[in-house]
């Protein structure tokens, strides 16, 4: 069985400061791991993927994940905020063999305040 | 590119009414995957086809829900009777061949049933 928990429902951060969102995951077997992110009214975008190369991956608009095993965490960081980023982020988890199915999770509200 | 198209984009209709939905999948990718997006139950997937066959349908409520596939280039999923519970935004997804983690997602069709 695999699973995602993100810890914090909603993050509110200012425009400019860190944005941490916290994501722990739970797999039978090695796992893959994303971040999507769906802006309001929008469909989900693929912003990053680890997929057992690079522990620290890099995705779009300045976004970056780091894999760690021994924490069975994938924690979402960008170094500087933007308004842009306001938007639901999700955190997801498939392995070697799950076929094309993908495990979401209940997903972080990202608030961007001035 | 034109990403993957979906109809309508919000559609009202009464209880016991036929609902069918409707996905274009992005030309080329050979996986295509139905969400149902909801404030209680999050993003859920409900089947997916691999070359137009359907994979898994375990996440189909229930006998009122049916989707097809008939060529690779056109998806349709139906709720037949429709109910006030099946209100919810209906995703459509594709993703390319041996990716089918990096799924593009459609913009969604916002259903309401009164």
């Known amino acids: 069985a695999q699973s995602v928990t993100q810890l914090d429902s909603h993050v509110s951060v200012s425009e400019g400061t860190p944005v941490l969102l916290r994501c722990n995951y739970s797999?039978?077997?090695?796992?893959?791991l994303f971040w999507y992110v769906q802006h309001p009214n929008k469909g989900l975008q693929l912003l990053l993927k680890y997929t057992s190369a690079a522990t620290l991956v890099k995705g779009i608009n300045g976004f970056e994940a780091e894999f760690k095993k021994s924490e069975t965490s994938f924690h979402l960081t960008k170094p500087s905020a933007h308004m842009s980023d306001a938007a639901e982020y999700f955190c997801?988890?498939?392995?070697?063999?799950?076929?094309?199915?993908?495990?979401f999770g209940t997903g972080t509200q990202l608030k961007v305040e001035l | 590119d034109a990403g993957v198209i979906q109809s309508p984009r919000h559609e009202v209709t009464e209880m016991g009414q036929e609902v069918t939905l409707r996905c274009k999948p992005i030309s080329g990718h050979n996986s295509l995957f139905w969400y149902r997006q909801t404030m209680m139950r999050g993003l859920e997937l409900l089947i997916y086809f691999n070359n137009n066959v359907p994979i898994d349908d375990s996440g189909m409520p229930e006998d009122r829900f049916s989707a097809k596939m008939p060529n690779a280039s056109f998806s349709t999923l139906k709720i037949q009777p429709s109910e006030p519970r099946d209100s919810a935004v209906y995703f459509c997804a594709s993703s390319p061949r041996d990716r089918g983690y990096e799924q593009y997602f459609g913009p969604g069709t916002r259903l309401t049933v009164t």
């Open positions: 997801v988890v498939t392995f070697t063999g799950g076929g094309n199915k993908l495990t």
């Open positions: 797999s039978s077997y090695s796992p893959s």
